[in-house]
């Protein structure tokens, strides 16, 4: 079964940096798209970032474009979220996810598989 292992949330002050880290075990993911997603008390989880496992693709939402930055370790099996400048709307629990089939020319993601997620607190 597939198995998604987030680690490395905590408290931060605004402007600092974190990295978040996912383990993927359970299948291989050769065409899947990994991605982050969040979500804020009182609010929607929200799409953040994702990756073509096998390629070059990477696809951010716009709040986070330019501070954060998504890659993967093939040979460790593993996703990463490095954030940086970092602001108090940060603020959530980010889970990492995969999709299946993902549609790269519509940057549109339906994840399949869940992570339990990693709290990240941003301080003001």
């Known amino acids: 079964q597939v198995q998604l292992v987030e680690s490395g949330g905590g408290l931060v002050q605004a402007g600092g940096s974190l990295r978040l880290s996912c383990a993927a075990s359970?299948?291989?993911?050769?065409?899947?798209?990994m991605g982050w997603s969040r979500q804020a008390p009182g609010k929607d989880r929200e799409f953040v970032a994702a990756?073509?496992?096998?390629?070059?693709?990477?696809s951010y939402a716009e709040s986070v474009k330019g501070r954060f930055t998504i890659s993967r370790d093939i040979a460790k099996n593993t996703l990463y979220l490095q954030m940086y400048s970092l602001k108090p709307e940060d603020t959530a629990v980010y889970y990492c996810?995969?999709?299946?089939?993902?549609?790269?020319?519509?940057?549109?993601?339906?994840?399949?598989?869940w992570g339990q997620g990693t709290q990240v607190t941003v301080s003001s």
């Open positions: 990756i073509s496992w096998s390629g070059g693709y990477t």
């Open positions: 359970g299948r291989t993911f050769n065409n899947h798209a």
């Open positions: 996810a995969a999709d299946r089939n993902p549609s790269w020319g519509s940057r549109r993601f339906v994840f399949d598989y």
